[in-house]
C-alpha cells in the first residue's frame, strides 16, 4: 500500500500541536511533531476510534424553561453525533428534573448515557 | 426571605466569580451574605454555556457550564448564603450603599460592610467595531444568539455567518449546527485564531464549517431581516482587498468580537478602572482602591478558563469576608453619642472604647427648647443611668456639658451606644 | 367604499401627526394612514433633533418663515405634550480668522429671518461655555433659542393627543393612488382597500412625489434622497454641554456635535445623494466623514466612546419657493393647488422640518380655513397629553411609591437606560401600542446603551409576545418581515 501523510490536530491539551501522522491505508506507521506522549494517544484515537463529548438541550414539559441542558457522560463515537442529536429531538421530560438524571440511557448501543446539566424546578 | 438593610457582604452577580466569593465570605466567617443578581436563578453566564470543558482544573471533570454552577450553588446555599433574584442594581456609592430594584423587593437601599463586584462582561457590538451596511434584524451577538437558543428555546436564524474566530463563536458554530442551522462561514480580521485550537477542531474543522482568517464583514445587507453579508479580505495593516469581495446569502450574523468587563457600577463607587484591562486596579486580595470593595472574575479581566474565575472568586471573598469582620470590630470599638430628650445633638459624636484610659471626657450639646425649671441632664445606655449632672435651666443659646469620668469608664466600655436626655428633675 | 373620512392624513411622521393634531381641534372625522408598523418611521426616526433657531434658512424662503414661527411654539408644545425639548441655545463656531468673518454674514441672515436673541461670542467665552472645543476656535453665532428634543416621543405625543382627540390611526396600510370624480379627489387606495374623503393632505414626507404625481401635480417635482450618517457616544465617556455647529458652507449646515435630550453626545450627518429611498447604511466613508467633522470641533472625542451608528434620508425636494424672485429652488411645498380638489400638498419637508412642524401644521389650517372647509370647532378638545412614568428620570422616593403602586416598574429590563418593564407594558397599551421592538426602543429609550440591546432584547421580546398575547416568533423588530426568530429550537425542518 502507499503512503500518505495526513495532518491532525492535538486537543488533548490547549498547545494544539499540529501531528504530522504518516498512514498505509488505516495504520498509522509514523506520527511527528508530537510534543507529548498524549499527542501519540490522542492520533491512536483519532484515527480507530474518534469519539467526542456531546452537549446538547431537550425539552422539558412544566418546567421554570422550555429546555434543560444535557451531555453525555463519556466521548462518543464521532460517527453516532447526527444520529444521537435527532433522537433527543424527540425527547421531552416532566419537570422537576435533577441534575445529573438520567435522560437517555445506553445510546445508540453505547453504553453512555446522556444526563441531565442541571437541575430546573417546576414552573409557579 | 426578608432582605435586611445592612449585610457583612454583598455580592454582586452570581456567576463563577460570584458563586465563589460569597462561598469563601461565609467560610472566612462573615454573618451574612447576600448575592444580588438580575437573571431569575443564579449561574450567571454559566446558565448559557451548556458545552463541558469546565472544572477541568478544580474538579479534574469535564463538565458543562451548568453543572460547575451547580456544584457552587449547592455550596452556597447550604452555607446560608442569601439571595436576592431578578434583582437590578442601579447604583453603589464608595460608602458601600447599594442602590437595587427589583419587582419582588421594590426599590431598596442595602448597606454593605463589604462588596465583591462580580458582574462580568457584556459583548463588543456592532458599532463599536463600526460594521458598516443596514440595521436589520438578524445582527446578534454570540452571547444573545446563545441565550435564545439554550435557555428560551427559540432558533433566531436558519443561515448564519458569523464574524469572529473567538471560543463563543466557534461554540455557538457547533451548538446552531446541532439544532439543524447552516453556518455558511466563519470570519475572522487577525490572521490567526483567536480562540482556543480545541474548539476548533471540535466546532468547525468537524462540520466542515469553513473559517477564513484575513477577513471581515465589508457591509451587512438587508432592510427588515439580514439577507446577505458581504466578506473581504484584509491586508497585514487590516485594509481591505480589493476584488476579494464576496456576497454570501444568510439571514443571521454573529459578532464573536470580543468582550468586554462590565463596569459602570465600579465607576459609580469610586473604583479605578485599568484603561488596559478594562477592569478595576487591584491588589492580590483582589482589593480595589476603594476599601471594602472588592472585584472577582471577567469583571476584572477576560479570562479563558473558568477554573481561574473560582480561585479569583475565592480570593476576593475570603479578603471581603475578613475585612467586613474587621469592620464589626472596628463598631465594636466605638461608642456612639445619640441625642435623647431636648437634645439636639451632642459632640462627640462617636468615642473610641481604646481611649477610655485616666483623662475624663467632656460632652457637649445644644437643647431643642428651652426649660426655666431645674433640669437633670443625664447619660444612660439603655438601661442604666451612667451618670447626670444637675442645672437650674437649659436654654438652646447656652451650651451645655457634661462630664464622663474615668470611674464611669467601666461601665461605657460594656455598650456601643449612649444616650444624652433633659428632664426635668 | 365601506369607510369614509373628511380628512386623511397620508404619512405618520412629525408633519403629518401634527396636522392630524391641529386639525382633530374640529368638529370632523380624521383618518391618518401610515404604510410603516409604527408612527415617526421615516425622516422623524433618523436626524439631529435640533429646534432650529432659524438663522440658516433663505430669507424670504417659507423654510424661513415657519421655521422661525415652529420655533416660537415649541414652549407650549412640549408642555402640553410633555416630549424632552431643552432650549439652550446652539452656536456656529469659526475656526480660524477666515470663518470668523463668515459669522457676521449669519448674524444678518438671522436679523432678516426674524430671529431674536443671536450674538457673536469671542473664542474665549466660546471655550468658557464649552470645555472641550476646540483651542483653536476664534468665536461663535449664539442663537439662544436653539435648541433639542426628542423626536421620537414628539410624534408620538402628537399622535396620541390626535388620537384621544377622536383622529383614526391605520399603520401598516400603505397609499397606492387616488380615486377621483372629475377633478376633485373622494379616496385613496391602500393596501387595506379603499377609503374614502373629502380631503387628502400629502404629508409623505420621502415619497411626497409619488403622491402629488398620483394626484396629477407638479410633475416636475423631485425628492432626491440625501442620506445621512451619524454616531452615538458614550455618556459616560464624554458629555458635552451644547449643540455646535461649524460654520456653514454651500454644503450645508455641516456636520455637528451636539449634546441631547438624553445626555449623549451625537455627531453628524454627512449629506450624500442616494437613488434607493429606503438605504439608510452606514459607511465606511460616510463614517469617516462626520469622524473627521467632529474632529474639527471637538478634538478630544475617541472613537473608543461610539456606541451607536445609524442613517437618516432627507427629504430633499426642488420645489420653488412661493416667492419666485428668491430664484430659490428646494423650498417647502404647501399648498392648496387649484388643478384639483379636496388636495392639500405637501412636499420636501426636510430640515428645518422637526423644528416647522408645528407651524406647518397651523399653516394647513389656515389653508383650509380660507378654503372655506373646516367645520366647527370641538369644545372638549383637550390639548394636553400626559407623560407617562419614567423610572430613570425619578427620585428615590418617586421610586419607592412607583414600585409599590406597580412592582413591573420594579423590574429593570433595559441595564443600560434603567428602563422597567412598566414602561415597556405601558408602551404596548398606550393610545397608539408600541408593537414591535423598534417601536419600544423610540418610545421608551430602552436598547439605546452602550450595551446596544445585548440584555434586553430577549427580554423585550418576551414582554411583547405575552403582553400581544402571540408567540415570541411573531415579534419583529420593525414590521412584517423583521422576525427575530424563525422556530424552537428543537422543531427542526426535515
Known amino acids: 500500500m502507499t503512503e500518505e501523510m495526513k495532518k491532525l490536530i492535538c486537543i488533548a491539551c490547549p498547545k494544539g500541536c499540529t501531528l504530522d501522522l504518516t498512514m498505509s491505508g488505516d495504520t498509522i506507521l509514523k506520527i511527528e511533531n508530537a510534543s507529548c506522549k498524549n499527542g501519540y494517544e490522542y492520533a491512536e484515537r483519532e484515527i480507530h476510534d474518534p469519539r467526542r463529548m456531546v452537549a446538547s438541550t431537550v425539552k422539558v414539559k412544566d418546567g421554570v424553561h422550555p429546555l434543560v441542558p444535557v451531555y453525555t457522560e463519556k466521548a462518543i463515537p464521532k460517527r453516532q453525533i447526527h444520529e444521537l442529536l435527532k433522537e433527543l429531538r424527540e425527547v421531552e421530560i416532566q419537570a422537576p428534573v435533577e441534575m445529573g438524571q438520567v435522560v437517555l440511557a445506553d445510546v445508540l448501543g453505547t453504553g453512555i448515557s446522556v444526563v441531565a446539566s442541571r437541575s430546573l424546578p417546576k414552573a409557579m | 426571605m426578608a432582605i435586611k438593610d445592612m449585610y457583612d457582604v454583598v455580592v454582586i452577580g452570581s456567576g463563577p466569580g460570584g458563586l465563589a466569593a460569597a462561598i469563601s465570605a461565609k467560610k472566612a466567617g462573615a454573618d451574612d451574605v447576600l448575592i444580588i443578581e438580575r437573571d431569575v436563578e443564579l449561574g450567571g453566564i454559566l446558565l448559557q454555556c451548556i458545552h463541558n470543558g469546565f472544572g477541568v482544573e478544580i474538579f479534574k471533570e469535564d463538565l458543562p457550564g451548568p453543572g460547575y454552577a451547580q456544584r457552587f450553588i449547592n455550596d452556597a446555599l447550604s452555607l446560608g448564603v442569601e439571595t436576592m433574584l431578578d434583582t437590578m442594581v442601579l447604583d453603589i456609592t464608595s460608602q458601600r450603599k447599594i442602590y437595587v430594584s427589583s419587582k419582588t423587593y421594590g426599590f431598596r437601599i442595602i448597606e454593605a460592610r463589604a462588596i465583591v463586584l462580580a458582574m462580568g462582561c457584556r459583548e463588543r457590538t456592532r458599532s463599536q467595531i463600526r460594521l458598516p451596511g443596514t440595521r436589520p434584524a438578524g445582527v446578534y451577538t454570540a452571547g444573545m444568539a446563545q441565550r435564545w437558543t439554550n435557555v428560551e428555546g427559540y432558533m433566531p436564524g436558519k443561515k448564519f455567518v458569523i464574524l469572529g474566530s473567538g471560543d463563543i463563536g466557534m461554540i455557538m458554530a457547533r451548538r446552531l449546527t446541532f439544532e439543524g442551522a447552516k453556518v455558511e462561514r466563519v470570519l475572522e480580521i487577525m490572521p490567526f485564531l483567536t480562540g482556543l485550537t480545541r474548539n476548533y477542531v471540535q466546532c468547525l474543522l468537524d462540520y466542515d464549517i469553513t473559517l477564513q482568517l484575513h477577513h471581515t464583514v465589508k457591509r451587512i445587507i438587508g432592510n427588515d431581516r439580514v439577507e446577505a453579508i458581504e466578506a473581504v479580505q484584509v491586508d497585514d495593516k487590516w485594509n481591505m482587498v480589493p476584488g476579494t469581495e464576496e456576497i454570501i446569502p444568510c439571514d443571521s450574523l454573529l459578532l464573536s468580537v470580543g468582550l468586554i468587563p462590565e463596569n459602570e457600577l465600579s465607576r459609580m463607587a469610586g473604583v479605578l478602572i485599568d484603561p488596559v484591562t478594562g477592569g478595576p486596579f487591584v491588589d492580590e486580595t483582589f482589593q480595589t482602591n476603594v476599601p471594602g470593595i472588592f472585584a472577582a472574575g471577567n469583571v476584572v479581566h477576560v479570562y479563558d478558563l473558568v477554573d481561574w474565575v473560582t480561585e479569583a472568586g475565592f480570593a476576593a471573598g475570603d479578603g471581603a469576608g475578613k475585612f467586613a469582620i474587621a469592620q464589626k470590630k472596628k463598631a465594636a470599638q466605638s461608642i456612639n453619642l445619640i441625642a435623647g430628650n431636648n437634645v439636639r445633638y451632642v459632640v462627640p459624636h462617636r468615642i473610641e472604647k481604646e481611649n477610655l484610659k485616666d483623662e475624663p471626657i467632656r460632652l457637649q450639646m445644644r437643647v431643642r427648647q428651652p426649660m426655666e425649671e431645674p433640669v437633670w441632664v443625664e447619660v444612660h445606655d439603655g438601661d442604666n443611668l451612667i451618670t447626670r449632672k444637675g442645672e437650674r435651666y437649659v436654654r438652646p443659646g447656652e451650651m451645655v456639658t457634661v462630664t464622663l469620668k474615668p470611674k464611669d469608664f467601666d461601665a461605657i466600655r460594656k455598650t456601643d451606644r449612649l444616650t444624652v436626655q433633659v428632664v426635668p428633675r | ?494
Open chain 3, 1 to 494: 367604499m365601506q369607510k369614509k373620512f373628511d380628512v386623511i392624513i397620508i404619512g405618520g411622521g412629525v408633519v403629518g401627526s401634527m396636522i392630524a393634531r391641529r386639525l382633530s381641534r374640529f368638529q370632523w372625522d380624521v383618518l391618518l394612514i401610515e404604510k410603516g408598523a409604527d408612527v415617526g418611521v421615516g425622516s422623524s426616526s433618523a436626524n439631529t433633533a435640533i429646534v432650529h433657531a432659524g438663522y440658516d434658512p433663505l430669507p424670504g424662503s417659507l423654510k424661513a418663515r415657519l421655521n422661525v414661527l415652529g420655533n416660537t411654539m415649541f414652549d407650549q408644545l412640549a408642555g402640553e405634550l410633555n416630549f424632552a425639548f431643552d432650549r439652550r441655545g446652539d452656536y456656529v463656531v469659526a475656526i480660524g480668522d477666515e470663518e470668523f468673518a463668515e459669522l457676521e454674514k449669519l448674524m444678518v441672515q438671522g436679523k432678516k429671518n426674524g430671529v431674536p436673541g443671536m450674538s457673536i461670542l469671542p473664542g474665549a467665552e466660546v471655550r468658557r461655555r464649552e470645555k472641550h472645543i476646540t483651542p483653536n476656535v476664534s468665536g461663535a453665532v449664539w442663537a439662544s433659542t436653539g435648541g433639542i428634543c426628542d423626536p421620537f416621543q414628539i410624534t408620538v405625543a402628537a399622535i396620541e393627543n390626535a388620537i384621544n382627540n377622536g383622529v383614526t390611526v391605520m399603520l401598516e396600510t400603505e397609499f397606492q393612488d387616488f380615486i377621483f370624480e372629475g377633478k376633485r379627489i373622494v379616496g385613496v387606495k391602500t393596501n387595506r382597500g379603499d377609503i374614502g374623503c373629502t380631503w387628502a393632505i400629502n404629508c409623505a414626507g420621502m415619497y411626497s412625489d409619488f403622491v402629488m404625481h398620483k394626484a396629477g401635480i407638479r410633475p416636475d417635482f423631485k425628492i432626491t434622497p440625501r442620506r445621512g450618517e451619524y454616531f452615538i457616544l458614550d455618556r459616560a465617556e464624554i458629555s458635552i454641554d451644547n449643540v455646535l455647529f461649524p460654520t456653514p458652507t454651500e454644503k450645508g449646515k455641516g456636520i455637528l456635535v451636539t449634546t441631547t435630550v438624553h445626555g449623549n453626545t451625537v455627531i453628524g450627518p454627512n449629506a450624500l445623494i442616494i437613488d434607493d429611498k429606503e438605504d439608510r447604511s452606514v459607511t465606511t466613508a460616510g463614517m469617516d466623514e462626520i469622524w473627521e467633522g467632529a474632529m474639527k470641533l471637538i478634538p478630544s472625542l475617541k472613537k473608543s466612546h461610539i456606541i451607536a451608528t445609524f442613517a437618516g434620508i432627507r427629504s430633499y425636494g426642488n420645489g420653488p419657493s412661493r416667492d419666485p424672485s428668491l430664484n430659490y429652488n428646494h423650498d417647502f411645498i404647501i399648498e392648496i393647488p387649484e388643478e384639483v380638489q379636496g388636495f392639500v400638498n405637501l412636499g420636501g419637508i426636510e430640515s428645518p422640518g422637526l423644528t416647522s412642524s408645528p407651524a406647518i401644521a397651523l399653516e394647513v389650517e389656515d389653508m383650509l380655513r380660507d378654503a372655506k372647509a373646516l367645520p366647527a370647532e370641538k369644545r372638549d378638545w383637550d390639548p394636553i397629553r400626559l407623560a407617562r412614568p419614567r423610572f430613570r428620570e425619578m427620585s428615590h422616593q418617586e421610586r419607592q411609591l412607583i414600585v409599590e403602586r406597580d412592582p413591573a416598574y420594579g423590574r429593570v429590563i433595559c441595564r443600560c437606560e434603567n428602563i422597567t418593564e412598566g414602561e415597556i407594558i405601558a408602551e404596548i397599551h398606550a393610545p397608539l401600542p408600541a408593537r414591535n421592538y423598534d417601536a419600544i426602543k423610540r418610545r421608551t429609550w430602552c436598547g439605546t446603551g452602550r450595551c446596544q440591546a445585548g440584555f434586553d432584547t430577549p427580554r423585550v421580546v418576551a414582554i411583547l409576545a405575552k403582553e400581544l398575547g402571540v408567540s415570541p416568533i411573531d415579534i419583529t423588530k420593525k414590521g412584517p418581515g423583521s422576525e427575530f426568530l424563525f422556530r424552537k429550537t428543537k422543531e427542526v425542518e426535515g
